[in-house]
């Protein structure tokens, strides 16, 4: 995984603002996901919504290997639902250094990015977050 991005506390807060802002799906039915890709400054490079948060990364990361994106090594991924084993393993896959989830994590996929080097921050609020492996790669 790429050890060259660093995020800040801002970068972050920006990414969550625009993850809201964009989820259109979510805003009409209150019933959806969604996941994204940041730049470290927190710019919204893509944004992919589904009922499950599995299908809405399945999307995101299909986008990006439709496009040649893939690996992705300088950027990070934002999802609205909580952190489970097998989403950091796509995550991983995919070759995000970073996951940000605005739910809990499961104690799998805590130890799967810690066993990989991926930085993983939950709990994600505007002014909070809680980081349980790879606080190296967040700046203050």
Do not use: W
Request: charged letters at 20%.
């Amino acid at each position: 995984l790429s050890e060259k991005i660093r995020v800040d506390q801002s970068a972050i807060k920006k990414s969550l603002d625009a993850m809201s802002r964009r989820q259109e799906i979510f805003h009409s039915t209150g019933g959806s996901h969604a996941c994204a890709r940041f730049d470290s400054s927190g710019q919204l490079i893509h944004l992919c919504e589904d009922v499950g948060r599995h299908n809405a990364m399945d999307k995101l990361v299909g986008s990006a290997v439709v496009k040649g994106d893939v690996p992705i090594a300088d950027e990070f991924v934002v999802m609205s639902g909580r952190a489970s084993f097998d989403l950091v393993q796509k995550s991983l896959r995919a070759g995000f250094p970073m996951m940000v989830s605005i739910g809990a994590p499961s104690t799998l996929a805590i130890d799967m990015a810690n066993e990989h080097g991926m930085t993983l921050a939950c709990f994600a609020k505007q002014d909070s977050i809680s980081v349980y492996s790879g606080l190296r790669r967040l700046g203050p």
